[in-house]
């Protein structure tokens, strides 16, 4: 559930996302692009291991600081580097910005016919954390997303210290109140799994999570679970002929925000929405309607995402 395309173009994507990428540390677009820094996992710890390549931080320094980091968490099978347009544009606003590479070769609707009403709930929790309750995957807590991205922040902070990174950490702990938690597909659960977990800035998923569960018609129950964010700072960008199934996905967030009721918000490529919303869709014509919410076209809706301060 990464940026695929039913015909499986995903790995040509990801070989165009690096080129762009190298050739911005290379040669450098003037006035255009953030600072791109990739860390290798492994240089942050000995305990962490590389799955597709290195983290990704960015910072634009021609854009005044807000003190919040976007941290990206990316898709089933994905690169940290996959998502770097709306990595790059949250730069251009002031974050702070880290795209984490992860254990993420398990598509997580590996739970949707599972007999085990609480195999998503195990999945994330393993993924995330690095509890052993998973049987679908293995993660220790080393290789976790919570620790990869302290070790990250560690790394960061003494690598770059003019920089600001030492104000998501503190005595050794992640401040979580400083960050806005954005996922794509897999990522989009994780993102909203750290919300509960957490009193976050903010929650962003996009085109997720599918965490239903078909034989008990019914969304997985951790996102039923009460939250240490408010509900108000959770937000959803998905579109409606998503191959995960748009509704299933809608059950999912209404579950999150504990609103049954919402109606979601249509947006348009090129547009800004017509107001603010907990869910927004799109129905762009698109061979990858699962990644068009990722597409620059909805920049200004993007805009409308991220809290300004």
């Known amino acids: 559930m990464g940026n695929r395309s039913a015909n499986g173009r995903r790995k040509v994507k990801v070989r165009t996302g690096w080129f762009f990428i190298l050739w911005t540390l290379c040669f450098g677009i003037a006035g255009a692009q953030p600072q791109v820094f990739p860390i290798d996992p492994a240089l942050t710890s000995i305990h962490i291991r590389s ?29 940290a580097t996959d998502n770097y347009s709306i990595d790059s544009f949250a730069a251009t ?8 590479d992860y254990p993420n070769n398990v598509i997580t609707t590996s739970c949707s016919n599972s007999d085990d009403s609480t195999c ?3 999945f994330r929790e393993e993924i995330i954390v690095g509890s052993p309750v998973s049987p679908l995957v293995d993660v220790d807590s080393a290789n976790s997303i919570c620790n990869r991205l302290l070790t990250v922040l560690k790394y960061l902070s003494a690598h770059h210290p003019k920089q600001g990174w030492n104000h998501f950490i503190s005595k050794g702990k992640i401040q979580w109140q400083n960050i806005v ?4 597909s897999q990522g989009a659960g994780h993102a909203a799994w750290l919300g ?3 009193s976050v800035k903010k929650v962003i998923m996009l085109a997720g999570p599918q965490d239903y569960l078909a034989l008990f018609h019914r969304p997985a129950g951790w996102q039923l679970m009460p939250s240490k964010t408010p509900r108000n700072r959770f937000v959803s960008f998905l579109h409606a002929d998503d191959p ?8 999912d967030d209404r579950a999150i925000l504990n609103d049954s009721t919402i109606q979601p918000l249509e947006v348009f490529p090129g547009k800004a929405a017509s107001r603010k919303a907990s869910i927004y869709f799109n129905r762009m014509p698109t061979s990858n309607p699962h990644g068009s919410m990722l597409l620059p076209v909805f920049s200004r809706v993007w805009a409308d995402l991220l809290p300004s301060q």
Request: hydrophobic share 45%; aromatic share 10%; proline share 4%.
């Open 120 to 122: 998503f709930d195990r």
């Open 196 to 198: 509960k977990m957490f």
């Open 51 to 79: 799955i597709h390549g290195p983290h990704i931080a960015l910072r634009d320094t021609a854009s005044k600081p807000l003190g919040l980091l976007f941290l990206m968490i990316v898709g089933t099978g994905a690169h």
């Open 93 to 100: 606003k002031g974050y702070h910005v880290l795209s984490l």
């Open 181 to 184: 938690v954005a996922g794509h």
């Open 244 to 251: 995960f199934d748009f509704n299933r996905q809608l059950a």
